[in-house]
């Protein structure tokens, strides 16, 4: 009786509280929108913005909510300037000359090209932060490899998919409005967000380890072969054209593991308040000198494919990048837009309130949980599932005794990466089998293989078995 007397105090509708009621309401209308009506997912996350400041009454914080991601938070700065970096790399060939370095040196194996899909894809992950984006990029070298060297279509498609929506996970994006709406359940924490984003990462290399895993069975099984040798650079060759491109990652990397293992040392000579903006600042100084780096190492590329490189040309391919930066950004400022209408009327509070109540265990929860943005991920956008279930699945793990920082930092691999690997949505998949020319249910069968794995490893890596090695 005891642990149901949170649940006597809670306004009810039926079974739910209200605010449960209030997140199946904005659920059912962005379905609508988004499955039966066809709407962009961005404009889909704007009205259903405004249907949850109408829902809940909070009419008057209307102005309040829609500013708060470009004035009460730098992370969308962070992502939009991240999603510019993905563009001007794809304009300066750095992937190409980076896929080719990983070709020399696994295209001789057994499935060599499915390394190369995975390790590559992985590599970009870090930087660009999209799924079907890295299909789109990586994909035209690796999919017809991996035909070529025995892979069936339906394979090479779901392979390219699989690794790609790494992207999620790995990259800026999504998974750091996971942090904002961390970082606003738990202010006292004082997470850092160079730390945070390591654990994205650390995630994600447990899911290149699962796939990995995946890859070696299915080659086995289907009997693939490597890459035959006329077909695959000299490793000498493509380190001399292409060692300019590893040095991309490590510009990446160095800035925010200092960020995070010497907050310490920040902290001791800027103050708390310093060092979080430090770690702010340190990611925007790191997407300016990557795009910069990008740009002068990728200048011959650009002469050729735009006709000359110049400050014309430059501000051009910014211009032109707003064609693509500008729906994901959308889509990601009103996902953190509504999941600040979430805070306001606590809905985490309740969810977590309820989920307790039901006596769920650690291992209950993530399966239920799992298994449930699973499902929505066939027919829903990771940003819908942050959005409208971020806080929730959050604050319920952390009722059942999981730390809240590590459900944020696996919560993109079972939204984001989940959403477009899982058919019938399945963007990454549809790219891949674009580009693959396979057919819609052999394929969509072979993904399941994937997402069987996807599911096993988010499960192992909630319950710890997995580790992730730091904390927030």
Known sequence: MAM?????????????????????????????????????IYETMFLAFCFSVVMTGKYNLFFKHLVFPATQSNLFYIIVSFLALAYILEKTKVVEKLIRIILAI???????????????????????????????ATGVFTIPAMIKSGFSRELAATTEASCSMLGNQMGPGLNLVGFGILAGLYPAANYNLATFWIALWIVGGWLVVQRLITLIILCKREGVKPIPREERPRFREALKNGWDSLLLPLIILFPIIFSSQASGFIQARLGVDGEAAFSSIVLMFTVGVCTVYALITGRKKIAESEGAFNVKVVYNMFKNSLRTVVPVGATIYFAY????????????????????????????WTIVVVLFTGILGMVLPGSSQVALLGGAIISTGAAVGIDPFLVAAVMPAITGVMEGMTPPLALAMFTGMGIAKSEFWPTAKKQYIWVLGNIIATILLFMGILPIFIKG
């Open 337 to 364: 837009a509504m999941s600040n209408v979430f805070k306001e009327v606590a809905m985490a509070d309740a969810m977590q309130t309820w989920v307790t109540g039901l006596g769920l265990s650690k291992l209950g």
């Open 106 to 136: 696994f295209g001789g194996l057994p499935g060599g090209a499915g390394y190369v899909a995975l390790f590559g894809s992985a590599a970009l992950a870090t930087m660009t932060g999209t799924g079907p984006g890295n299909v789109a």
């Open 4 to 40: 149901l007397a949170p649940l006597l105090n809670m306004t009810m509708i039926g079974p739910l509280p209200i605010e449960v009621f209030y997140l199946i309401l904005v659920l059912a209308f962005v379905m609508l929108l988004f499955i039966l009506f066809k709407r962009p």
